[in-house]
């Protein structure tokens, strides 16, 4: 009843001259609203075309993309580029931010889409900067900063417009590891505080371990769903 994304006998097949690659065989899934789902798989599994065709980059070959009662799959360019700017935030393995841009630039260009206005727009990104912890980093441009730091750019992108959801295709797949756990509390805290539905790729098996739901991905099927016990900040401190 409460599903925000429906997934029905979703498949991509792509053409390599005559090979054909079967990167997604039939995917049925739900994601309810407000909840942290992890897509977990071995490389070349098919999370990120998973991933990709949620959040409308991606077209399937066959199946059915339902968003919000929103079909996707039926959706021209020019919609999609719509649907996306309005509803979703998405947060790369590589960071792609833009590099002739500063960091307020980069997380205030998505506003500019939905008209904000340029005085709201700078404050609210100078506010998402600040609360990624890059108050002191708002000129810099990616060259000038760290991984972490670029990754934490980012992530100010995806959130600061508050979509409903918010994709990550291996958000710390380039980061160390206590930058990683910097990362994945960032992301998850500021889901949990917006009331966003969350999903992120992995192969990792301790990040999967933030999520309410694990779906194992295997050679473009579903191998199983696991839930998780989430340990909320209230019961943390019993
Ligand atoms: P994962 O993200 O789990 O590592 P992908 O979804 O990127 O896996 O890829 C799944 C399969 O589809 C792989 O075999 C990959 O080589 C293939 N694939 C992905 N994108 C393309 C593409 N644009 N063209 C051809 N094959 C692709
Ligand atoms: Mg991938």
Do not use: W
Not at 67 to 88: D, P
Not at 119 to 126: G, I, N, P, V
């Amino acid at each position: 009843m409460d599903d925000l994304i429906v997934l029905k006998n979703l498949r991509k097949v792509y053409k390599m001259g005559d090979e054909k690659i079967i990167a997604l065989n039939s995917i049925d899934l739900n994601i309810k609203r407000n909840e942290f789902v992890c897509l977990l798989g071995t490389s070349g599994s098919g999370k990120s075309t998973l991933l990709n065709m949620m959040a409308g980059l991606e077209k399937p070959t066959k199946g059915e993309i339902i968003i919000n009662g929103h079909h996707l799959e039926k959706m021209n360019e020019t919609q999609l580029t719509k649907f996306r700017q309005l509803n979703i935030g998405f947060v790369f393995q590589s960071y792609n931010l833009i590099p002739t841009l500063s960091a307020m630039e980069n997380v205030s260009l998505g506003l500019t889409f939905k008209g904000v206005p340029k005085a709201k727009r700078d404050k609210m990104a100078k506010e998402m900067l600040e609360n990624v912890g890059l108050g002191n980093r708002l000129h810099h441009k990616p060259s000038e900063m760290s991984g972490g730091q670029q990754q934490r750019v980012s992530i100010a992108r995806a959130f600061v417009g508050k979509p409903k959801i918010v994709f990550a295709d291996e958000p710390t797949g380039n980061l160390d590891t206590k930058t990683t756990f910097e990362v994945m509390d960032l992301i998850t805290g500021m889901a949990r505080e917006n009331n966003q539905t969350l999903i992120i790729v992995t192969h990792d098996n301790e990040i999967s371990s933030y999520a309410h739901r694990v779906v194992y991905i295997r050679d473009g099927n579903i191998e199983k769903i696991t839930h998780n016990q989430i340990i909320t900040e209230g019961e943390k401190t019993k």
